[in-house]
């Protein structure tokens, strides 16, 4: 059985296949199109091709998309929502969506705060206001709106007041309707939670197109016996229902996939990954063979959000970054760049625009193109241009690191030429083989887990007790995830005092992760 893994860019759409023992039998890099599937189809097309093997033998497609991040970065076909907050009289001085931008706001139809919500300890801050809710929804309904979003005060305390409002508003707009509550999107502090749940609510119809495009396309090649996923930003696969359902998780999916496939490819369980793209580097860390998870507000498009992603560093530098230089004799590198338009503007290509891979195969660190084509570029401005990548590398790599020691770095993606091999707070630089495409193959190797996140009072339920007790609810949410039981296993256990609760409460997170099936 193979697998076949696929990584939609924004520069590129990356593809490979893989045999049963996880070795790469055919990759590709393909140009990232304006409708997305035009590039998947071409992408999924080559790299069969090239493979040569019989179509109904591949059992499993895993895709990672940028659909859903484009589409809040751009404004673009974003669902008309609803969104219910639970929380008068006591979150009313602060409504839904009040620091978004107004080109963002005009996805909400309607917008009420009702009466519920608990406060930190677990009790009622006022009954659910089950009359106001019907009036609600059934408002929604009579304008055509299918997505809700609802949110609750310290629904991640309790989620009784969401859980029936979700039924409510199933029973009155029927059983069709996407709802989005946010104890199962977002960790605690409501506005955060709350703009993570109104995201993923308005995402749905996006949700919906890629996934119904991914498996046409796959249908169109004659790919017809895989069980297809998608990539979620913590690592791990989800099945279509899932991605359909939590659509914001595949937000930010590219990089995990990268630091995924680094990891796999370098055979490094820690290690700060480096992602050189067309455009952007992205740089994350790799703990115990999953990505490092960022523990502060994520701003997505504008909006602050606080649901789970992992921690990247982006700059502007890659393959295609413009290099120039001022009249004072520096020279400058990005932050703009030919993008996928490389092979038609950069000098070894026959263009007039000097990119950082111009630099690269000019000092020689990389065969690409027609080398005579840079040989006007002097060995002086060609030094400096690489000190100032370098430069760029470097002081994001002092970022991602929480100690002064040197790190074990990974450099993968298709613009990695273009930096040394010798990095300053580096212990070593691995270049592995298949870099390149290490987002594809990430996506393709990717595990399933099950995360156990709850509120214990270790004066109730004594801490090992508690502990155990997590452990074995997120290995059985792996597994019902679609894991292989054997090989399920902890991965990261979080065990946080909250000081504000009463006796001694603690955030147990605890997560699981195994072999798909």
Same mark, same amino acid.
């Not at 104890?183 to 605690?188: Q, V």
């Given at each position: 059985?193979?697998?076949?893994?696929?990584?939609?860019?924004?520069?590129?759409?990356?593809?490979?296949?893989?045999?049963?023992?996880?070795?790469?039998?055919?990759?590709?890099?393909?140009?990232?199109?304006?409708?997305?599937?035009?590039?998947?189809?071409?992408?999924?097309?080559?790299?069969?091709?090239?493979?040569?093997?019989?179509?109904?033998?591949?059992?499993?497609?895993?895709?990672?998309?940028?659909? /859903?991040?484009?589409?809040?970065?751009?404004?673009?076909?974003?669902?008309?929502?609803?969104?219910?907050?639970?929380?008068?009289?006591?979150?009313?001085?602060?409504?839904?969506?009040?620091?978004?931008?107004?080109?963002?706001?005009?996805?909400?139809?309607?917008?009420? +705060?009702?009466?519920?919500?608990?406060?930190?300890?677990?009790?009622?801050?006022?009954?659910?206001?089950?009359?106001?809710?019907?009036?609600?929804?059934?408002?929604?309904?009579?304008?055509?709106?299918?997505?809700?979003?609802?949110? /609750?005060?310290?629904?991640?305390?309790?989620?009784?007041?969401?859980?029936?409002?979700?039924?409510? /508003?199933?029973?009155?707009?029927?059983?069709?309707?996407?709802?989005?509550?946010?104890? =199962?999107?977002?960790?605690?502090?409501?506005? =955060?939670? =709350?703009?993570?749940?109104?995201?993923?609510?308005?995402?749905?119809?996006?949700?919906?197109?890629?996934?119904?495009?991914?498996?046409?396309?796959?249908?169109?090649?004659?790919?017809?016996?895989?069980?297809?996923?998608?990539?979620?930003?913590?690592?791990?696969?989800?099945?279509?229902?899932?991605?359909?359902?939590?659509?914001?998780?595949?937000?930010? /999916?590219?990089?995990?996939?990268?630091?995924?496939?680094?990891?796999?490819?370098?055979?490094?369980?820690?290690?700060?990954?480096?992602?050189?793209?067309?455009?952007?580097?992205? #740089?994350?860390?790799?703990?115990?063979?999953?990505?490092?998870?960022?523990?502060?507000?994520?701003?997505?498009?504008?909006?602050?959000?606080?649901?789970?992603?992992?921690?990247?560093?982006?700059?502007?530098?890659?393959?295609?970054?413009?290099?120039?230089?001022?009249?004072?004799?520096?020279?400058?590198?990005?932050?703009?760049?030919?993008?996928?338009?490389?092979?038609?503007?950069?000098?070894?290509?026959?263009?007039?625009?000097?990119?950082?891979?111009?630099?690269?195969?000019?000092?020689?660190?990389?065969?690409?193109?027609?080398?005579?084509?840079?040989?006007?570029?002097?060995?002086?401005?060609?030094?400096?241009?690489?000190?100032?990548?370098?430069?760029?590398?470097?002081?994001?790599?002092?970022?991602?690191?929480?100690?002064?020691?040197?790190?074990?770095?990974?450099?993968?993606?298709?613009?990695?030429?273009?930096?040394?091999?010798?990095?300053?707070?580096?212990?070593?630089?691995?270049?592995?083989?298949?870099?390149?495409?290490?987002?594809?193959?990430?996506?393709?190797?990717?595990?399933?887990?099950?995360?156990?996140?709850? #509120?214990?009072?270790?004066? +109730?339920?004594?801490?090992?007790?508690?502990?155990?007790?997590?452990?074995?609810?997120?290995?059985?949410?792996?597994?019902?995830?679609?894991?292989?039981?054997?090989?399920?296993?902890?991965?990261?256990?979080?065990?946080?005092?909250?000081?504000?609760?009463?006796?001694?409460?603690?955030?147990?997170?605890?997560?699981?992760?195994?072999?798909?099936?």
């Amino acid at each position: 059985m193979y697998k076949l893994g696929i990584d939609v860019g924004g520069t590129n759409t990356d593809a490979v296949l893989l045999d049963e023992e996880r070795k790469v039998v055919a990759s590709v890099k393909r140009h990232t199109t304006p409708d997305a599937y035009d590039g998947i189809l071409a992408a999924v097309r080559a790299v069969l091709e090239q493979a040569g093997v019989d179509r109904k033998e591949i059992g499993q497609a895993m895709l990672g998309t940028t659909q /859903c991040t484009n589409a809040i970065v751009e404004r673009k076909h974003l669902a008309p929502i609803g969104v219910l907050r639970l929380g008068a009289p006591a979150t009313v001085g602060i409504p839904p969506m009040v620091d978004w931008a107004e080109d963002l706001k005009k996805i909400a139809v309607r917008t009420a +705060v009702i009466g519920g919500g608990f406060e930190y300890d677990g009790k009622e801050l006022a009954p659910f206001d089950e009359a106001a809710a019907r009036a609600f929804f059934e408002d929604l309904k009579a304008q055509g709106v299918k997505s809700v979003a609802i949110s /609750c005060v310290f629904s991640t305390v309790r989620s009784d007041h969401e859980r029936a409002a979700a039924k409510l /508003c199933r029973e009155v707009m029927g059983e069709d309707v996407h709802v989005s509550i946010s104890s =199962e999107i977002g960790s605690m502090g409501l506005i =955060e939670r =709350e703009n993570a749940t109104i995201l993923n609510a308005a995402l749905y119809r996006v949700a919906q197109s890629f996934t119904e495009g991914f498996a046409r396309s796959l249908a169109d090649e004659g790919v017809t016996n895989a069980n297809v996923y998608l990539s979620q930003n913590d690592g791990t696969l989800m099945t279509m229902e899932y991605a359909r359902k939590y659509p914001i998780l595949t937000i930010a /999916c590219g990089p995990t996939n990268s630091i995924r496939g680094a990891s796999y490819l370098s055979r490094l369980q820690n290690a700060v990954v480096i992602d050189v793209g067309g455009t952007t580097t992205d #740089l994350g860390v790799i703990q115990n063979g999953f990505p490092r998870e960022s523990s502060v507000a994520v701003t997505i498009g504008g909006v602050r959000t606080n649901f789970r992603m992992p921690d990247v560093v982006s700059i502007g530098l890659g393959g295609g970054s413009i290099v120039r230089e001022r009249p004072d004799g520096t020279v400058t590198v990005g932050p703009d760049s030919v993008g996928y338009q490389i092979t038609e503007k950069a000098l070894v290509f026959g263009g007039d625009v000097c990119t950082a891979t111009d630099i690269a195969v000019r000092l020689g660190m990389a065969e690409l193109g027609d080398r005579s084509r840079t040989a006007h570029l002097s060995e002086a401005f060609a030094q400096k241009a690489l000190a100032a990548i370098t430069a760029l590398a470097e002081d994001a790599i002092d970022a991602m690191k929480v100690s002064s020691d040197d790190v074990e770095v990974i450099l993968v993606g298709g613009g990695s030429l273009v930096l040394p091999g010798e990095l300053a707070g580096a212990r070593t630089v691995v270049k592995p083989a298949e870099g390149g495409v290490a987002n594809a193959i990430g996506s393709a190797i990717s595990k399933v887990s099950g995360t156990c996140e709850q #509120l214990v009072d270790y004066q +109730v339920v004594p801490r090992e007790q508690a502990l155990e007790r997590a452990k074995a609810e997120a290995v059985e949410l792996a597994v019902a995830a679609g894991a292989v039981r054997e090989s399920v296993e902890i991965i990261d256990v979080e065990d946080v005092p909250l000081q504000y609760y009463p006796g001694n409460t603690c955030r147990v997170k605890i997560k699981a992760a195994g072999d798909l099936a």
